[in-house]
């Protein structure tokens, strides 16, 4: 399977993005639809993930500002972000199995 994000860009602290992840090439779709990301000199971290049964988790230090969505053929799925601050510059992965996109930069400027 492949998976391809976007969504990325430049944004000012406060604003909201919502980045998308497609599939393709996944015969099975059980698996949780996930989001992950990695800033500059840190490891890459938990950010979100939807599960099958359609629920959803969040990291801790981002709950509340974060929806995670897809759809139900569970080829795409999304990841709205708001009241964004400059920590949450990174590069963005969604994740599927041990699949994983190429990443989208997000830089988010104060």
């Known amino acids: 399977g492949q998976l391809v994000e976007s969504g990325g860009g430049l944004h000012q602290t406060g604003e909201s993005l919502r980045l998308s992840c497609t599939a393709s090439?996944?015969?099975?779709?059980?698996?949780?639809r996930n989001w992950f990301r990695q800033a500059p000199g840190k490891e890459r971290e938990f950010v979100a993930s939807?599960?099958?049964?359609?629920?959803?988790n969040y990291a801790d230090s981002l709950k509340g500002r974060l929806n995670i969505s897809g759809d139900n053929d569970g080829r795409e799925w999304y990841l709205q972000m708001n009241s964004l601050e400059p920590e949450d510059t990174a590069v963005y992965y969604c994740?599927?199995?041990?699949?994983w996109g190429q990443g989208t930069q997000v830089t988010v400027s104060s």
């Open positions: 090439g996944f015969t099975y779709r059980g698996f949780p």
């Open positions: 994740n599927r199995g041990r699949t």
């Open positions: 939807l599960q099958p049964d359609g629920s959803a």
